[in-house]
């Protein structure tokens, strides 16, 4: 089991930054693909990025490619979603994900079995 604690959300002005960090508890942390997720109000929570087991394998979602960056390490538990150029449309609750499968190459909620509580990102105009 792992357990994920998001942090590192807030407000922020369009074209600004935000470093999300999500800590996971347990021995284990290497062996879970991890992503981010988000939710906007009145929406369905949707992909924003993913990483493979040993980091070598990342993919994006499309409204954000180019201005999200996820990492991880292992060594401390951690993954993070380092944001630049926000803007109003990433306005959204943020969720750690956790999944112990080795199917990198699809991402949908179903997969994974472990979220965070969510982190609130507000990006002001």
């Known amino acids: 089991q792992v357990q994920l604690v998001e942090s590192g959300g807030g407000l922020v002005q369009v074209g600004g930054s935000l470093r999300l960090s999500c800590g996971a508890s347990?021995?284990?942390?290497?062996?879970?693909?991890m992503a981010w997720f988000r939710q906007a109000p009145g929406k369905e929570r949707e992909f924003v990025a993913h990483?493979?087991?040993?980091?070598?394998?990342?993919n994006y979602a499309d409204s954000v490619k180019g201005r999200f960056t996820i990492s991880r390490d292992d060594a401390k538990n951690t993954v993070t979603l380092q944001m630049n150029s926000l803007k109003p449309e990433d306005t959204a609750v943020y969720y750690c994900a956790a999944s112990r499968d080795y199917n990198i190459y699809t991402v949908d909620t179903s997969q994974f079995g472990h979220w965070g509580q969510g982190t609130q990102v507000t990006v002001s105009s």
């Open positions: 347990g021995r284990t942390f290497s062996t879970y693909r």
């Open positions: 990483i493979s087991q040993n980091g070598g394998y990342t």
